[in-house]
């Protein structure tokens, strides 16, 4: 029989502890001839004992109170064994008024009892030194093999479980997912991925402890804001997952998202510090048949999305916002090698005096050939190169060539009383040797400073103001003159124009556009056309693409403009012809469209 015992509890596992050990029970229950066995695990953690199995099987009530013993619980029946490391005999004793015999016999693993191993019997019985032999062997194959389960759940909950919060970690969230996600079950099945923010920062200002409090205090106001069957995981540094246990669509999940951002804005005290945090969340949801790493990459994006946009720190997953990050994605692996690889092209917009159509200047406009996505405008790609530390290679890409075609042109007779404008973002301000550049492409292009005009934007954040002011006083020695750029739109607007050595200011093209339709734009326009005489300082009106706007803002004052009334960006070899004839032609007179007369 201990042989057979023996290989049975070999291949034994977490799973299928429960009924082989019950079979165990039963063989030696009949052999014997006592009346119920068990098997019960000692947890020295909790001070318990805990029931494994038993033979036969009690109708017990429910909690059951056997199932989890506490050493020193009064009227334990498991009082005298806490130490316990021989088998102990009871002879007859009343045991729920009824007279029992039993024995325990230790499972003892290096000299400690680890679990025990009890048979009862009704009525006086007497075990034999030989019975409590085989007993004792099988105690210890029980020991063992316990010892081995034991190990092998404490690996798995190590290798599924974050060590720091206690939560499953990814491994697990990838099964229970995949589980959530079969064909067949129900749905839609929600992810909400949420981000921490600042974790960085209190590393590194207050130490990895900090942030190890942090991340202990997001897991249990997690877990006390959301249902026991909710999976919650710990899911990378600054990241936790929750899938709720019930199916729930994007709203029902964006609601639930707003709740836990809610709960979690909080703070937690470090050395008598209240060290404050806040999350960011991102939802997507998946329907069962999708596979669970798409719909985590979905919830992911929409958390990048909720870092970023104002959206209340609470983002959902939608197509759009796919293409979008997709597309950025996109840029951020390909702009360098744009830049190097001559995918780049710039396109002329010019501006014209309106009183008689004169080209006073070309502005040099960046885009970029896509082989497969066709031409890219910069408003997509402008943004995503100064985020990656691309602007300089960008600006400096742009600078030379704007200035090798403008010489060019210089050369063949063209463009000589036109300034070539070009646009500098706020980055290139403050880097280091933008200056340095911008007079090499002077030099190297035999170009004279004051041909050249740098149109910056009002939104040089305040930390590089003085930087930016440098930069430009720097420009200012090598005569190049400066624009602000969409005039209106920044703040400090009134302080820049003091401050800064500008030259010209461009009205932006949205008051232009309701120019005609909005009095309070209007007014607007109209005070920045002050303010600009005022200051001494040129003035032009972007976006001009109506008659009307073009007269009004002659009536105001403005007569230097841009838009596609007097037309588009084009290519250099088509801005050509304007720059030859120096002259475009368009109509101030209001288009009746469809007749001709
Ligand atoms: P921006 O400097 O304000 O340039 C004018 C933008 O307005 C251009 O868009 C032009 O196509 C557009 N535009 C001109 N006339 C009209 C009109 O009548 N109606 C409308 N609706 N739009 C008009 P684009 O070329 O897409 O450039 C967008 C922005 O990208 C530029 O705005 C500028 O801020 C930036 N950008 C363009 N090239 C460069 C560059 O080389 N370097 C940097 N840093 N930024 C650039
Ligand atoms: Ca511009
Ligand atoms: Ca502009």
Redesign the pocket.
Same mark, same amino acid.
């Given at each position: 029989m201990v042989t057979q015992i023996a290989s049975e509890l070999a291949a034994v596992d977490e799973v299928t502890m429960p009924t082989t050990i019950e079979r165990v029970l039963a063989d030696l229950i009949a052999h014997f001839d006592v009346d119920f066995g068990y098997l019960r695990r000692i947890d020295r953690e909790r001070k318990a004992t805990i029931l494994v199995a038993e033979w036969p099987r009690r109708s017990a009530p429910d909690p059951d109170p056997l199932n989890v013993v506490y050493f020193d619980q009064a009227y334990s029946p498991f009082h005298a064994v806490e130490k316990l490391t021989e088998p102990m005999l009871t002879s007859a004793e009343s045991y729920f008024d009824q007279y029992v015999t039993s024995a325990v016999v230790p499972l003892v693993m290096h000299g400690d009892s680890i679990g025990l191993l009890g048979f009862v019997k009704h009525g006086d019985w007497a075990w034999s030194r030989q019975e409590l032999a085989v007993l004792t062997v099988i105690a210890s194959l029980l020991a063992q093999s316990q010892a081995r389960v034991d190990t092998e759940a404490r690996l798995r909950h190590l290798s599924t479980h974050d060590e720091l919060t206690e939560l499953p970690n990814h491994h697990s969230l990838f099964g229970y997912l995949g589980q959530r996600l079969r064909a067949g079950r129900p749905g839609p099945v929600a992810a909400l991925c949420v981000g921490l923010n600042g974790l960085k920062l209190v590393n590194s200002y207050l130490g990895r402890t900090a942030g190890d409090d942090i991340l202990r205090d997001v897991a249990s106001r997690l877990r006390e804001q959301l249902e026991l069957n909710d999976m919650i995981v710990r899911f990378g540094g600054d990241e936790f997952v929750v899938v709720p246990n019930r199916p729930m669509d994007n709203y029902s999940a964006e609601l639930l998202a707003s709740r836990i951002k809610h709960g979690l804005s909080g703070g937690v005290t470090i050395d008598g510090e209240t060290v404050s945090y806040g999350v960011d969340i991102g939802v997507a949801v998946g329907i069962p048949g999708d596979a669970p790493a798409d719909v985590l990459r979905r919830a992911d994006l929409a958390l990048r999305a909720a870092k970023t946009q104002d959206s209340n720190g609470v983002a959902v997953f939608t197509d759009t916002l796919y293409e979008q990050f997709e597309l950025a994605d996109h840029i951020t692996l390909n702009l360098r090698s744009a830049v190097s690889d001559n995918s780049l092209v %710039?396109?002329y917009?010019p501006e014209v005096d309106l009183r008689n159509g004169r080209v006073l200047a070309v502005? +040099? %406009? *960046? @885009?970029w050939q896509h082989p497969t996505r066709g031409l890219l %405008?910069? $408003?997509i790609f &402008?943004g995503v +190169?100064e985020t990656t530390k691309l602007?300089d290679e960008? #600006?400096n890409w &742009?600078i030379r060539n704007?200035c090798a075609q403008f010489a060019d042109w210089r050369r063949r007779g063209f463009a000589s009383d036109v300034v070539l404008r *070009?646009? +500098?973002?706020p980055k290139?301000l403050t880097s280091p040797n933008f200056v340095e550049r911008v007079e090499q492409a002077l030099r190297e292009h035999g170009l004279n400073g004051n041909s050249v005009c740098l149109?910056i934007?009002e939104n040089v954040s305040v930390e590089d103001l003085s930087r930016a002011h440098m930069t430009l006083h720097a420009l200012k020695r090598l005569n190049v003159q400066i624009a602000i750029? $969409?005039f209106g739109t920044g703040y400090n607007t009134l302080s820049h124009l003091k401050a800064l050595p500008v030259d010209t200011v461009?009205i $932006? @093209?949205s008051f232009v556009?309701r120019l005609n339709n909005s009095p309070e734009d209007r007014a607007i326009v109209e005070s920045i056309i002050g303010l600009a005489h005022e200051f001494g300082l040129e003035i032009i009106g972007? #976006? *001009?693409?109506t008659a009307e706007a073009a007269r009004t803002l002659l009536d105001l004052g403005c007569h230097r403009a841009? #838009?596609?009334?007097i037309t @588009?960006?084009l290519p250099a070899e088509e801005i050509e012809a304007h720059l030859n004839t120096m002259q475009i032609p368009f109509s101030l007179e209001h288009r009746r469209s469809g007749r001709s007369e």
């Open positions: %710039l396109h917009q502005e +040099a %406009l *960046v @885009r %405008l910069p $408003d &402008v +190169a602007a960008l #600006g &742009v704007a *070009v646009n +500098a973002s290139q149109e934007t750029d $969409d461009k $932006d @093209r556009k972007e #976006g *001009v693409e841009q #838009g596609f009334l @588009r960006p």
